[in-house]
């Protein structure tokens, strides 16, 4: 159909509460579940057709990150994602979702443990790493999934870099000065 058309369609099914708006182009219908009426689709559902849509790539925040890694026993009161895109929040129901820009070498590795370790690193800050933390995260990751995070530095500042390899021993046996 022609755009005037789809508009105006759109804008009689939002009116009737048949769909909602999330975005400027971006729609969802609810579903209706008896007892508890209309209900949303997922969060991650909805941000993957964002992020399809916009190309643009969004990643697990630093402070979930680290939560999920068990270096912080703090939990999250806002949802918030990184993304490659403008920063900007996304309302679906009551629930609100915080997308923050940030430079795209911080979702590198998105979708992946060493993505995981690095997001929440990168929110720790150099100050607040030590041996304690590279060893939570060390008995995480396999041999495999540790030797790749090393072996992935690209896009990581080198005080991590440093910090890993020097923290980052074979799960907290000592090799003589030997790092993978």
Not at 85 to 104: D, W
Not at 128 to 133: D, P, Q, R, S
């Amino acid at each position: 159909g022609y755009p005037e058309n789809i508009r105006k369609i759109l804008t009689r099914l939002v009116n009737a509460a048949e769909i909602t708006r999330v975005l400027p182009g971006v729609f969802v219908k609810p579903k209706k579940v008896a007892g508890l009426g209309e209900v949303l689709p997922e969060p991650g559902k909805v941000l993957n057709v964002i992020a399809k849509s916009t190309g643009e790539q969004m990643g697990i925040h630093g402070a979930a990150a680290a939560r999920r890694l068990k270096l912080t026993t703090q939990v999250p009161l806002k949802r918030v994602l990184y993304t490659s895109g403008t920063s900007r929040k996304i309302k679906l129901g009551e629930t609100e979702i915080t997308l923050k820009h940030v430079s795209p070498k911080k979702l590198q590795a998105e979708g992946t443990k060493a993505g995981l370790v690095t997001s929440a690193l990168w929110y720790l800050g150099s100050k607040n790493i030590n041996e304690t933390v590279i060893k939570t995260i060390r008995a995480q990751l396999t041999d495999s999934e540790f030797k790749s995070l090393l072996e992935d530095t690209q896009y990581m500042p080198a005080w991590m870099v440093k910090t890993l390899r020097q923290f980052g021993d074979n799960k907290g046996k000592k090799n003589g000065n030997k790092l993978f």
